[in-house]
């Protein structure tokens, strides 16, 4: 069975540009979430997408957005972006209420 | 919102020796607590989860104890060996496993040949 799979794995990007990451869940999960961990800071949760809504965001602004498609992929969108938006985003994938899985990450990195 | 405070930040314990990590949580309305490894450079792997109407829960050389009354739960890892080397995250879910996750801030768990 394909786990979570993430692209791309490294992007590189300048400060005010737009980052857009990509996540496919493991097939049958229909929960995708996104975490940020950036150095230092450990892992942050930033979003929740079930059945193809929103339903939680984690203490991030506005310019961190997604959404999820209909075959349960994701994407999470990043605009404006500042130098302290460089980490590490992982996503993870579970059924509903069972344990989260976890991808291999975008590396995004800020110029 | 929930915080985790997660102890030690490093632990170096001789191979074959137990570790313990220990964890605690904010909110009380918490009922889900998983532990994450994460080896250098890879993707962070659960190992074990404990929900709030259990106490206890063991797999093997690894076992999680859970005080609700206290508000804080435990990582145990008997007879060390040198591929238990890793970042242990353990972080808590108001949702019963149904929502996002608030981790601490990781262990480096270092083990001594």
């Known amino acids: 069975e394909a786990g979570v799979t993430q692209s791309p794995t490294h992007l590189i990007k300048t400060r005010g540009q737009q980052a857009t990451l990509r996540c496919s869940p493991i097939?049958?999960?229909?929960?995708v979430y996104w975490y940020q961990q950036a150095l230092g800071l450990g892992l942050q949760f930033l979003l929740w997408y079930d059945e193809g809504e929103e339903r939680n965001r984690g203490n991030f602004p506005p310019r961190f957005s997604g959404r999820q498609f209909p075959n349960y992929s994701s994407e999470l969108n990043v605009n404006a972006l500042e130098l302290e938006d460089s980490a590490l985003y992982l996503c993870?994938?579970?059924?509903?209420?069972?344990?989260?899985?976890f991808g291999d990450g975008t590396r995004l990195s800020i110029l | 919102g929930e915080n985790v405070e997660q102890h030690p930040s490093t632990l170096s314990v001789q191979e074959g020796d137990s570790a313990v990590i220990k964890c605690t949580y904010s909110?009380?309305?918490?009922?889900?607590f998983p532990w994450y490894k994460q080896e250098l450079g890879k993707r962070p792997q659960l190992i074990i989860d404990?929900?709030?109407?259990?106490g206890e829960k063991k797999d093997q050389r690894i076992a999680v104890t859970l005080n609700k009354t206290a508000k804080h739960f435990s990582l145990h890892i008997t007879e060390t060996q040198p591929e238990d080397s890793a970042v242990y995250f353990c972080?808590?879910?108001?949702?019963?496993?149904?929502?996002?996750?608030?981790f601490g801030k990781g262990t480096h768990l270092i083990i001594q040949p």
């Open positions: 909110d009380s309305a918490s009922n889900y």
């Open positions: 097939s049958g999960h229909t929960s």
């Open positions: 972080a808590a879910s108001i949702g019963g496993g149904a929502d996002g996750l608030t």
């Open positions: 404990i929900r709030s109407n259990v």
């Open positions: 993870a994938s579970s059924l509903y209420n069972q344990p989260q899985h």
